[in-house]
């Protein structure tokens, strides 16, 4: 069964530093989504991407956060310089090309100390 | 701003008994799904609704969706304890995907 693949799954990283979190989704699929969950919280959107840009993004989405699709596989959420209030899981999910489904992948914990 | 309203935050419920989960939502919608999510884990896809009137059925869940009134509901039938976890509604909306607050589910013997 295909899969949403993220790297890495746990980074420790000190504040003020940026981070690159990584996703590959399903290869036919089109829309693109990451989400952060803060332990034991909801699930809050941060962006949308299709067609190599952004469709909707959040208010907790702003100037520290990128996204880039680099290559046709991999999609990117970038941190410019950590908070310890960015410490989460943060999901990627994609759907699209003929799926009804949005599959997520496994998460990415990310502890900023 | 699409939004989501998903009740009861919390649900303790007995073995063998049903219950119902509620998930209303703000703007028309191009899909709604319902998720379960284990402690420490990812999102596992439990049903996808597409269209009014929708009803998917997998085991002791079955979910629906009245998309005139802008809700689905996600029905537990006899719980057992295998059920004990969060569940989220998601509203898909023209590339926008937004989660209620998530149902914490404990099913006790």
């Known amino acids: 069964e295909p899969e949403v693949t993220q790297t890495p799954s746990h980074q420790v990283t000190q504040m003020g530093q940026e981070v690159i979190l990584r996703c590959v989704p399903i290869s036919n699929h089109l829309y693109f989504y990451w989400y952060r969950q803060i332990l034991g919280q909801k699930v809050e959107f941060l962006v949308s991407f299709y067609n190599n840009e952004i469709s909707e993004k959040s208010e907790i989405f702003d100037d520290q956060f990128s996204v880039e699709r680099p290559d046709g596989s991999n999609f990117t959420l970038k941190i410019r310089s950590t908070k310890l209030e960015d410490s989460a899981m943060y999901f990627c999910?994609?759907?699209?090309?003929?799926?009804?489904?949005?599959?997520f992948g496994q998460g990415t914990r990310l502890t900023v100390v | 701003e699409l939004k989501v309203e998903q009740n009861p935050l919390f649900l303790s419920m007995q073995e063998g008994k049903n219950y119902t989960i509620y998930c209303n939502y703000s703007t028309t919608s191009d899909r709604l799904y319902w998720y379960r999510q284990d402690p420490g884990k990812s999102l596992e896809s439990l049903f996808v609704l597409l269209s009014n009137g929708a009803v998917k059925q997998e085991g002791r869940l079955m979910a629906s969706l009245d998309t005139k009134a802008r809700l689905s509901t996600l029905h537990i039938t006899a719980a057992v304890h295998d059920l004990s976890a969060t569940y989220f509604c998601a509203v898909d909306s023209i590339n926008d995907m937004r989660f209620g607050a998530g149902t914490r589910l404990t099913v006790k013997p």
């Open positions: 999910a994609s759907t699209g090309g003929g799926s009804t489904e949005a599959f």
